[in-house]
């Protein structure tokens, strides 16, 4: 039996600089940054301190209002997760029991599948040390103190704030979405990941519809401090915030942490065609991989993804030359983007170079497990509109940096764009985007 | 074209009763218990004083080039140790012509464990008017912190540590599906192969929330059992008197293979991959859904997807925790499956005596289903002495039992609501 072809309805983005797929759209295109100096913490004693922040955010106007109570057991990662869900369904004109408890949900519960990529969520630190200086003695945190009395300080449900498999329950839960659901935590491959094999259960008919890709939320302090010892963050634009974040640009000094995430709606083309939706493209080929050498930190590899891009297109069935753009990674870590440079022309040969590109980690900084999603949702936009967005703070190329990127919003014939990325650790995932003619 | 047929090739553990797959096994058919006072942190004052823990493992005892791996975490040295087992087993370390771009990882492992006392030093000593003074805190955090130990903790390191000992290029994929993540990465895995997106796949788990703060998590939630005075009988699944799980640790890793490709180069059968179903409760995040209908669901879709029927499924390995609500829903969900067979397949949880691995708890249980199939022996549901009216299945209640097994179901919930369920069958044609 022939796969059946995958179409994706519906974008729901939740980004420093918008919210909402058409807002989102509006500023990429004119170019937004999201970055400023951080406020949801003193970050004065990081050598960064800068972010792109979720201003004035809370899940609580996304879910039902049955379901606001819940949201105080929500950590910011599932809270961004939960508001991107809600926007694409809503986005796709699916009917959920999250969008319209009253009404007939538009796919059968048992046939709605859920992937949802998520990070390490580190617990807010104000809350555990709450807890956690109940039981001092001598000047020193005493476990003996701890685990007689100072735990129950923390509230009971604790522990379920933080599991990054609850991005994933709190969306099934609340769109009553019965099918597979899954929970991929592989860095910033996590959210091509987790909509390669969501296009997958489409494609073989296990789901109707799926919501996929991911979304995390770093700008705590811990997840600031991790990527600061990891020699991640742009530290010489303090002063500067909107121009910190350059990827492939010739000054590209680090990146700077985003807050945020992207979900699609994927769905089987037949149904999104009888019931008349707006198809921004097909989901035609998804291509994983990695490189051995992603335990050294040192090595700054782009986690095998020449050999994602290859796997993908050739699931696709297409050649190099069939690609109109590029969507790149672009963290803006200086040997990360020569690598990721490196892995694209590798893949693609002169079709690298000769294809139009862009990255949004400019405007949104680092989005991490978040980050697939959301620029696979920029693609899809670009393929909607015929335009290739601009990659904010791009001006010339870095050595070694051969993309084809640039600063204004480009018009072009796009037939068919790959979406790339990858995680420090060494995982990369591909997803090739085809224009949908009805 | 035909779907590619996913066969088990390679098997090993490291877990609270074996450091190999075979140690592990004999334990099970002998009903010995991996229960004992926990020794990896002070927890003598907790509410639960015991655990799962392994003990006496080295890397180096069991990993060749473990200069290779000196920053891996407690739980990424069991994935290492028990991958390295599998590996040699499946023959593939000295198949000359192994495409490693062919070779992906598709793993279910945890986060690895937090710097515990640096963390908690930093709050304690940055703690000011109420709340962390996150300058201050900074500023010790930069003295005291170490890179590997914070980049450790990122759940797709181990994947990076199995691909760096084997030097793999294909697919690579972690999963944190709680509980039920090796089971979904065994699944999802055999999905790669079945579709020709791999030719091999290194699956299992590997986890380990036995410190601190992993234990107060679940203390907090009141999963666990608190039978301090006997650990050792403290996980009795489906026993009236159980009161929550035993929070164990390891690592277990299968190597799965195409069919034909494994035929080709003359490499050990040991089972066959034929079903795999994943759902959501969609209920609640702190309950099952009373009804087990979730659960149902992953296992229909599992027997759907290998064309077989209930009279088919010689044994289910439970997900079986040992907590009230689990253990009364899944034997619930069982009976709304499997009808009137349900009261005649065997169904035991080999958590009564490994402890629940968490994320490696499913391809634990996964291997011994194969070996259940391998010797014709059901292990056992040990510390079974108490009947629950509301649990009146077949539990192999505390002895194994010689059976004809071709074909075993195993299953795992996971906390919030997703279920999943993997079908093995005996090789053969």
């Known amino acids: 039996m022939a796969e059946r072809r995958v179409a994706i309805t519906g974008l729901g983005v939740v980004t420093p600089v918008a919210l909402g797929a058409d807002e989102f759209w509006k500023a990429l295109i004119e170019g937004r940054s999201g970055a400023r100096t951080i406020g949801l913490f003193d970050a004065s004693g990081f050598p960064c301190t800068i972010g792109a922040e979720l201003a004035d955010f809370s899940a609580r106007t996304y879910v039902p209002k049955s379901y606001r109570k819940a949201v105080k057991v929500m950590a910011r990662d599932i809270e961004v997760a939960v508001a991107a869900a809600d926007l694409a369904f809503r986005n796709a004109g699916l009917t959920t029991r999250g969008t319209d408890e009253n009404a007939p949900p538009t796919v059968e519960p048992k046939r709605l599948g859920c992937n949802v990529g998520a990070g390490l969520i580190c617990t807010d630190l104000d809350e555990l040390g709450a807890a956690v200086t109940t039981a001092v003695t001598d000047g020193a945190f005493d476990l003996k103190a701890w685990g007689s009395g100072g735990m129950n300080n923390l509230t009971p449900l604790w522990l379920l704030k933080y599991l990054p498999n609850m991005l994933a329950c709190h969306v099934t839960i609340i769109h009553a979405a019965e099918g597979p659901s899954n929970t991929i935590t592989c860095g910033d491959a996590s959210g091509l990941l987790s909509i390669g094999e969501a296009g997958r259960w489409v494609q073989r008919g296990d789901v109707t519809a799926a919501v996929a890709g991911g979304a995390e939320a770093k700008l705590n302090p811990m997840g600031h401090l991790r990527q600061q010892l990891l020699g991640r963050l742009c530290t010489a634009a303090n002063d500067s915030p909107a121009a910190a974040c350059r990827p492939f640009d010739t000054q590209h000094a680090g990146t700077i942490?985003?807050?945020?995430?992207?979900?699609?709606?994927?769905?089987?083309?037949?149904?999104?065609?009888?019931?008349?939706?707006?198809?921004?493209?097909?989901?035609?080929?998804?291509?994983?991989?990695?490189?051995?050498?992603?335990?050294?930190?040192?090595?700054?590899?782009?986690?095998?993804?020449?050999?994602?891009?290859?796997?993908?297109?050739?699931?696709?069935?297409?050649?190099?030359?069939?690609?109109?753009?590029?969507?790149?990674?672009?963290?803006?870590?200086?040997?990360?983007?020569?690598?990721?440079?490196?892995?694209?022309?590798?893949?693609?040969?002169?079709?690298?170079?000769?294809?139009?590109?862009?990255?949004?980690?400019?405007?949104?900084?680092?989005?991490?497990?978040?980050?697939?999603?959301t620029l696979l949702a920029a693609a899809a936009l670009a393929m909607h509109h015929q335009i290739v967005p601009p990659t904010v703070n791009f001006s010339s190329p870095a050595d070694g940096c051969n993309l084809r990127l640039a600063s204004q919003p480009r018009q072009a014939e796009l037939t068919h764009i790959v979406v790339g990325g990858f995680a420090i650790g060494g995982q990369s995932a591909a997803c090739v985007l085809r224009r949908y003619v009805s | 074209?035909?779907?590619?047929?996913?066969?088990?090739?390679?098997?090993?553990?490291?877990?609270?009763?074996?450091?190999?797959?075979?140690?592990?096994?004999?334990?099970?058919?002998?009903?010995?218990?991996?229960?004992?006072?926990?020794?990896?942190?002070?927890?003598?004052?907790?509410?639960?004083?015991?655990?799962?823990?392994?003990?006496?493992?080295?890397?180096?005892?069991?990993?060749?080039?473990?200069?290779?791996?000196?920053?891996?975490?407690?739980?990424?040295?069991?994935?290492?140790?028990?991958?390295?087992?599998?590996?040699?087993?499946?023959?593939?370390?000295?198949?000359?012509?192994?495409?490693?771009?062919?070779?992906?990882?598709?793993?279910?492992?945890?986060?690895?464990?937090?710097?515990?006392?640096?963390?908690?030093?930093?709050?304690?000593?940055?703690?000011?008017?109420?709340?962390?003074?996150?300058?201050?805190?900074?500023e010790l955090a930069f003295q005291r912190m170490n890179v590997h130990r914070e980049l450790e903790q990122e759940s797709n390191m181990v994947v990076a540590h199995l691909a760096a000992q084997f030097k793999i290029r294909g697919p690579a994929f972690n999963v944190l599906t709680a509980c039920a993540a090796s089971t979904q990465a065994i699944g999802e895995a055999a999905l790669q192969i079945r579709r020709g997106d791999a030719d091999v796949m290194i699956t299992g788990g590997a986890h380990s929330m036995i410190h601190p703060f992993g234990?107060?998590?679940?203390?907090?939630?009141?999963?666990?059992?608190?039978?301090?005075?006997?650990?050792?009988?403290?996980?009795?699944?489906?026993?009236?008197?159980?009161?929550?799980?035993?929070?164990?640790?390891?690592?277990?890793?299968?190597?799965?293979?195409?069919?034909?490709?494994?035929?080709?180069?003359?490499?050990?059968?040991?089972?066959?991959?034929?079903?795999?179903?994943?759902?959501?409760?969609?209920?609640?995040?702190?309950?099952?859904?009373?009804?087990?209908?979730?659960?149902?669901?992953?296992?229909?879709?599992?027997?759907?997807?290998?064309?077989?029927?209930?009279?088919?499924?010689?044994?289910?390995?439970?997900?079986?925790?040992?907590?009230?609500?689990?253990?009364?829903?899944?034997?619930?969900?069982?009976?709304?499956?499997?009808?009137?067979?349900?009261?005649?397949?065997?169904?035991?949880?080999?958590?009564?005596?490994?402890?629940?691995?968490?994320?490696?708890?499913?391809?634990?249980?996964?291997?011994?289903?194969?070996?259940?199939?391998?010797?014709?022996?059901?292990?056992?549901?040990?510390?079974?002495?108490?009947?629950?009216?509301?649990?009146?299945?077949?539990?192999?209640?505390?002895?194994?039992?010689?059976?004809?097994?071709?074909?075993?179901?195993?299953?795992?919930?996971?906390?919030?609501?997703?279920?999943?369920?993997?079908?093995?069958?005996?090789?053969?044609?």
């Open chain 1, 257 to 373: 942490i985003g807050e945020g995430g992207g979900l699609v709606i994927l769905e089987d083309l037949e149904h999104a065609r009888n019931r008349g939706a707006t198809i921004y493209a097909e989901l035609v080929g998804f291509g994983g991989a990695c490189d051995p050498r992603g335990i050294d930190i040192a090595s700054r590899t782009a986690g095998g993804l020449e050999l994602a891009i290859r796997n993908a297109l050739g699931d696709a069935g297409l050649q190099p030359a069939d690609v109109s753009a590029l969507a790149a990674h672009g963290t803006a870590v200086p040997a990360e983007d020569a690598a990721e440079s490196a892995a694209w022309t590798t893949a693609l040969g002169d079709a690298a170079v000769q294809c139009p590109a862009f990255s949004i980690t400019g405007a949104t900084g680092s989005l991490f497990a978040g980050a697939g999603g």
């Open chain 2, 1 to 138: 074209m035909s779907k590619r047929r996913v066969v088990i090739t390679g098997m090993g553990t490291v877990n609270p009763l074996g450091h190999d797959v075979e140690s592990t096994w004999r334990a099970m058919l002998a009903c010995a218990n991996g229960v004992s006072k926990t020794e990896l942190f002070d927890a003598s004052t907790y509410p639960t004083t015991f655990s799962a823990q392994v003990k006496g493992y080295r890397l180096a005892d069991h990993v060749p080039q473990a200069d290779l791996h000196q920053t891996a975490g407690r739980h990424c040295q069991f994935a290492l140790g028990a991958a390295v087992q599998a590996w040699a087993q499946s023959g593939l370390d000295s198949f000359v012509n192994l495409d490693h771009t062919r070779v992906g990882v598709y793993l279910g492992s945890g986060e690895g464990s937090l710097d515990f006392s640096n963390f908690v030093s930093l709050l304690v000593d940055a703690w000011k008017d109420g709340k962390v003074d996150t300058r201050r805190w900074a």
């Open chain 2, 215 to 429: 234990v107060t998590g679940f203390n907090r939630l009141t999963a666990l059992s608190q039978r301090n005075d006997s650990p050792e009988t403290a996980s009795r699944p489906f026993d009236l008197t159980r009161d929550g799980f035993v929070l164990g640790e390891g690592a277990s890793i299968l190597i799965l293979e195409d069919y034909d490709t494994a035929q080709a180069r003359g490499a050990k059968i040991l089972a066959e991959i034929v079903g795999y179903g994943s759902s959501a409760d969609a209920f609640r995040i702190t309950d099952q859904d009373p009804e087990g209908d979730g659960a149902a669901t992953s296992m229909r879709s599992a027997l759907a997807d290998a064309k077989l029927t209930v009279d088919d499924i010689d044994y289910i390995s439970a997900h079986g925790t040992g907590t009230k609500q689990n253990d009364q829903v899944e034997t619930r969900a069982v009976k709304a499956v499997f009808g009137q067979r349900a009261a005649k397949v065997p169904v035991s949880s080999v958590k009564s005596m490994v402890g629940h691995l968490i994320a490696a708890a499913g391809a634990t249980e996964l291997i011994t289903c194969v070996l259940a199939i391998r010797d014709q022996v059901i292990p056992p549901t040990t510390n079974y002495a108490h009947p629950d009216a509301d649990c009146d299945l077949d539990y192999v209640p505390n002895k194994p039992r010689e059976a004809k097994v071709r074909v075993c179901m195993s299953n795992s919930f996971g906390f919030g609501g997703q279920n999943n369920t993997v079908i093995i069958r005996e090789a053969g044609e």
